[in-house]
């Protein structure tokens, strides 16, 4: 299975989420795309930021959270920038209370994993 990586900005009690356009629906989402031959991990996570929501990440401010196949999870609290929907499929982003993430338009079964990841924001 390809490599992959979900990364989450946060600030204060909050994570930013992408509304993003499927084919089929439209979930809220944290930043995400596969990781290229020639690229770390933490390099594709900078990449996909800058590609999706136009920020720039330094590596350096990347926290790992752990694993959720296939995908390496990382949190990032210091960026430069604001963000803003970068591709066409990218419909918004916003500020949601990480208590309070809309699970109902999310990917089907993210209640079940990604609380104890962004438990730790």
Not at 20 to 41: F, Q, R
Not at 57 to 62: C, F, G, K, S
Request: net charge negative.
């Amino acid at each position: 299975m390809r490599r992959a990586i979900l990364c989450f900005l946060y600030q204060d009690d909050k994570v930013l989420l992408l509304h993003t356009e499927y084919p089929d629906k439209l979930v809220w989402n944290g930043v995400s795309g596969y990781i290229d031959e020639d690229e770390t991990n933490l390099e594709a996570a900078c990449r996909e930021v800058m590609e999706e929501i136009g920020v720039t990440i330094n590596t350096d401010n990347l926290e790992y959270l752990g694993t959720h196949e296939p995908f390496d999870i990382y949190k990032v609290g210091r960026w430069d920038g604001e963000p803003t929907p970068q591709e066409p499929d990218i419909k918004e982003v916003k500020w949601f209370e990480i208590d309070a993430l809309p699970f109902g338009e999310m990917h089907q079964g993210n209640e079940a994993w990604l609380p104890e990841f962004l438990n730790t924001i």
